[in-house]
Structure formats: C-alpha cells, structure tokens
Nanobody, 124 residues
Framework: QVQLVESGGGLVQAGGSLRLSCTAS????????MGWFRQALGKEREVVAR????????LYTDSVKGRFTISRDNAKNTMYLQMNSLKPEDTAVYYC?????????????????WGQGTQVTVSS
C-alpha cells in the first residue's frame, strides 16, 4: 500500500522560508506526476504546484510563482516544495498527491494517492 508522508511544515514569520518534503513508501512513484495542494481554514483546496514524473515540467498557481519551487528526487522517492518570501496568506495545510495513473499530470488530485498534510503558518 502506498503511503505519502509530508514533513517540514511549521511556524515562520512573513518573508521567511520553509522546505516541505513528501516521501513515498510502499512502492516507487518515479513514474507518477506529483503535486502540492493547500487548504486554508474556511477555503477550498487549491493546487499550488505540479511536477511531471521526470521533473521536466513544473507548473505553479499564479500566487506562488517566483516564490515557490517544486522539485523531486526519484532516487529518494521524495518530492519537495521550497517556499520563500512567505506571506500570511500562504498559511494552510499543505498536502502532496500523485497523478491518477503513471505519467499523467496532476489535475485536481482525484484518483491519486494523498498524504495526511502538514501545517504551514506564516505570521505577520
């Protein structure tokens, strides 16, 4: 059974940085596209960043472009989200997820594997 575990969340001041990790166990996910989602309190879940199975394609929501960087290390079965210049509006629970099947990009996360989430809180 596949498990995704996020780590690296925490409390940081505005302007600070955090690096989230998502590590898979149970099987290799090197041929799955992956992505990061977030859900703030009282708001709908949104996709933040997505990466293709080989890392060749990365996509970002407009609000994080230039500040966040998604990457992956298939040898470690791990995906990362480097978050710089954090803002209070980035406060949310961050989740990682895979695409619905090998090689297909993440869209809304349906059909994929999901982690349990890690809290990111940015204070002003």
């Amino acid at each position: 059974q596949v498990q995704l575990v996020e780590s690296g969340g925490g409390l940081v001041q505005a302007g600070g940085s955090l690096r989230l990790s998502c590590t898979a166990s149970g099987r290799t996910l090197s041929n799955y596209a992956m992505g990061w989602f977030r859900q703030a309190l009282g708001k709908e879940r949104e996709v933040v960043a997505r990466i293709s199975w080989n890392g060749g394609t990365t996509l970002y929501t407009d609000s994080v472009k230039g500040r966040f960087t998604i990457s992956r290390d298939n040898a470690k079965n791990t995906m990362y989200l480097q978050m710089n210049s954090l803002k209070p509006e980035d406060t949310a629970v961050y989740y990682c997820a895979t695409g619905p099947s090998p090689y297909r990009m993440v869209t809304d996360g349906s059909g994929g594997y999901w982690g349990q989430g890690t809290q990111v809180t940015v204070s002003s």
